[in-house]
């Protein structure tokens, strides 16, 4: 076995008012959405992430819902290296169940506007490129950073962890119910494992679970060369 270097976290750019759009939602859908988002950056994809009907592939929905209200975070994954998010909003639709047609062409338009940023740095001129370039607030690496939320970096390392205890479950092809009892826990608990509530668990909790699942977790402390160390995660492949 050969020891994996972590993937680098996709920073996830902010499309127009996305990010504001999204911080004036309910703290609990800011979570929900920002650990989805953090799933997209690492490669991942919320159990509540489905495709987004329209747009092609690589364009997906996340779907939370809170005190009987909808809410949708709506991003893409067409480019390498980053994550844009196309627009959050509460759904009210005239029609019930469809999606409100000023929201569907918002994220028309908002699919877009990375591709022309991409390409405003290839030869157009350069009061242009300012000018496209602010339709994008880019974000610092950590989404979780990036939303204000308590505890990023300690949020960024259980999703992680989440990843790697919910890839072994499913290659095991263990039911929820198997998964409770060579876990420890009760069913509820790793259908929360399962939807990425992670506010319910600590990182030392998820590193038992790993441990259940017969994988040893080793933590190294060095020296950091930034002024602020760091927490990353590490898996053999």
């Known amino acids: 076995m050969a020891l994996t270097p972590p993937p ?3 920073p996830v750019h902010w499309v127009g008012s996305c990010k504001s759009d999204l911080l004036a939602l309910p703290p609990e859908v800011v979570s929900d959405i920002g650990y989805a988002l953090g799933l997209a950056s690492l490669g991942g994809k919320h159990p509540d992430a489905k495709p987004w009907k329209g747009e ?3 364009v997906f929905e996340i779907v939370e819902r809170f005190e009987g209200d909808a809410y ?3 991003y893409t994954v067409r480019f390498e290296g980053v994550v844009y998010v196309l627009h959050v ?3 009210k639709s005239p029609s019930g169940v469809r999606t409100a047609r000023t929201d569907v062409g918002l994220v028309h338009d908002a699919s877009n506007a990375p591709a022309s940023t991409m390409r405003a740095t290839t030869g157009r001129p350069r009061a242009r490129q300012a000018s496209m370039a602010n339709d994008i607030t ?3 690496g950590n989404v979780f950073a990036d939303l204000g939320l308590s505890d990023p970096a300690d949020r960024q390392t259980k999703t992680r962890l989440a990843m790697a205890v919910n890839a072994l479950i499913k290659e095991r092809r263990l039911k929820q119910t198997d998964a409770a009892v060579v876990l420890g826990v009760p069913q509820s608990k790793v259908s929360a494992l399962a939807n ?3 506010d319910l668990f600590s990182v030392e909790k998820l590193m038992s679970f790993l441990n259940a699942l017969e994988h040893d977790v080793e933590i190294v402390i060095r020296p950091s060369r930034e002024a602020v160390g760091h927490t990353s995660v ?3 492949t």
Do not use: C, N, T
């Open 8 to 10: 680098r976290d996709r």
């Open 56 to 58: 092609g592939p690589g």
């Open 72 to 74: 949708r975070g709506v």
């Open 89 to 91: 909003f509460q759904k």
């Open 138 to 140: 880019e974000g610092g």
């Open 196 to 198: 990425y509530r992670l």
């Open 234 to 236: 590490h898996a053999l």
